[in-house]
């Protein structure tokens, strides 16, 4: 059965929140309290901010890494290539976090700072999240709760009454401003392309399947949602990455389906390990190489290719 539009925004949140659920059962996922670091190059989008949201943006630090919640502040970051270096194309890159927080460092400078030194001029979007307690302890007995519930019953997605309507338009607008700034930052705005980690790869998604503005060339949705969607004209060509120990897998191949059947170019990488969550790659897994292939596949299809020698 396909996946709905609507109902795919929906399930996003509550599936990736399960998985960490699982996640932090199995590690010390501690958290840290953390002073919110200084972001000089952060772009206000200027959408707006969230609604029945009491508290302000705070940081934290989990299994080493920064990440930030209840942003009511949408930004973008850009990431440009060495001098002489950039080839045209750009990338939106979306942290993941269960739309609860979002891991900055970890699916979102260092993405960045990879894509850069490959030539590609890269932004992170620190989108809005949805509220969660403002004290620490509050937060870390919200997640607690929503653990020990996922760990009590089979984890599948279901409806929940949210939606990404905020971090839609979160995505519109920085590519917006990518578009109208593309000359001065010496993008080819044919060569816009976004990749997403975890809900991150759900929103990427969630853009390509619903926005009426944004004209991506290339997604790259890493370890997301599996379901089969309804695959819209002129998709873009997607890059997938899963592997078979991630809780959000399941067995299930319906997005790769869904756009082969619609004869839209697609890659498909699934991995033996590598879980969830490791951005750029762990040690000893064999998901740990993603990204070569993915700069791989990128320069098959010449989006790699200086923008002069086109």
Same mark, same amino acid.
């Given at each position: 059965?396909?996946?709905?539009?609507?109902?795919? $925004?929906?399930?996003?949140?509550?599936?990736?929140?399960?998985?960490? $659920?699982?996640?932090?059962?199995?590690?010390?996922?501690?958290?840290?309290?953390?002073?919110?670091?200084?972001?000089?190059?952060?772009?206000?989008?200027?959408?707006?901010?969230?609604?029945?949201?009491?508290?302000?943006?705070?940081?934290?630090?989990?299994?080493?890494?920064?990440?930030?919640? @209840?942003?009511?502040?949408?930004?973008?970051?850009?990431?440009?290539?060495?001098?002489?270096?950039?080839?045209?194309?750009?990338?939106?890159?979306?942290?993941?976090?269960?739309?609860?927080?979002?891991?900055?460092?970890?699916?979102?400078?260092?993405?960045?700072?990879?894509?850069?030194?490959?030539?590609?001029?890269?932004?992170?979007?620190?989108?809005?999240?949805?509220?969660?307690?403002?004290?620490?302890?509050?937060?870390?007995?919200?997640?607690?709760?929503?653990?020990?519930?996922?760990?009590? %019953? %089979?984890?599948?997605?279901?409806?929940?009454?949210?939606?990404?309507?905020?971090?839609?338009?979160?995505?519109?607008?920085?590519?917006?401003?990518?578009?109208?700034?593309?000359?001065?930052?010496?993008?080819?705005?044919?060569?816009?392309?976004?990749?997403?980690?975890?809900?991150? $790869?759900?929103?990427?998604?969630?853009?390509?399947?619903?926005?009426?503005?944004?004209?991506?060339?290339?997604?790259?949705?890493?370890?997301?949602?599996?379901?089969?969607?309804?695959?819209?004209?002129? $998709?873009?060509?997607?890059? @997938?990455?899963?592997?078979?120990?991630?809780?959000?897998?399941?067995?299930?191949?319906?997005?790769?389906?869904?756009?082969?059947?619609?004869?839209?170019?697609?890659?498909?990488?699934?991995?033996?390990?590598?879980?969830?969550?490791?951005?750029?790659?762990?040690?000893?897994?064999?998901? @740990?190489?993603?990204?070569?292939?993915?700069?791989?596949?990128?320069?098959? @299809?010449?989006?790699?290719?200086?923008?002069?020698?086109?």
């Amino acid at each position: 059965m396909l996946i709905t539009l609507k109902n795919l $925004a929906k399930s996003s949140l509550v599936v990736c929140l399960l998985f960490y $659920a699982l996640a932090t059962k199995a590690q010390d996922g501690t958290i840290y309290p953390l002073e919110t670091p200084e972001e000089p190059n952060a772009i206000p989008l200027n959408t707006g901010d969230v609604k029945d949201q009491p508290a302000s943006e705070t940081w934290f630090r989990q299994w080493g890494d920064p990440m930030a919640r @209840n942003i009511t502040a949408a930004t973008l970051t850009p990431f440009f290539p060495a001098p002489g270096k950039a080839n045209g194309s750009a990338v939106i890159v979306a942290p993941g976090g269960g739309f609860r927080w979002l891991s900055m460092d970890n699916e979102g400078w260092k993405v960045a700072k990879a894509l850069a030194d490959q030539g590609i001029t890269a932004f992170v979007l620190k989108y809005r999240l949805h509220p969660t307690p403002e004290s620490l302890d509050g937060f870390r007995d919200s997640m607690n709760r929503t653990f020990d519930e996922a760990s009590n %019953e %089979e984890p599948r997605p279901r409806p929940v009454q949210r939606d990404l309507s905020d971090q839609l338009e979160d995505a519109e607008a920085a590519y917006a401003m990518i578009v109208e700034r593309a000359e001065e930052w010496g993008v080819d705005t044919d060569r816009i392309g976004m990749i997403g980690f975890s809900a991150g $790869a759900g929103l990427t998604m969630h853009c390509t399947l619903n926005s009426q503005t944004m004209k991506l060339a290339f997604i790259g949705p890493i370890y997301g949602g599996m379901g089969p969607v309804e695959v819209p004209k002129n $998709a873009p060509s997607m890059f @997938n990455v899963i592997a078979t120990d991630d809780f959000l897998f399941r067995g299930q191949f319906g997005i790769i389906d869904s756009w082969y059947k619609a004869g839209v170019p697609v890659e498909f990488h699934l991995y033996q390990n590598g879980g969830h969550g490791f951005g750029l790659g762990n040690p000893n897994r064999t998901s @740990n190489r993603w990204f070569e292939a993915f700069m791989h596949w990128l320069d098959v @299809n010449r989006f790699l290719v200086a923008k002069s020698s086109i």
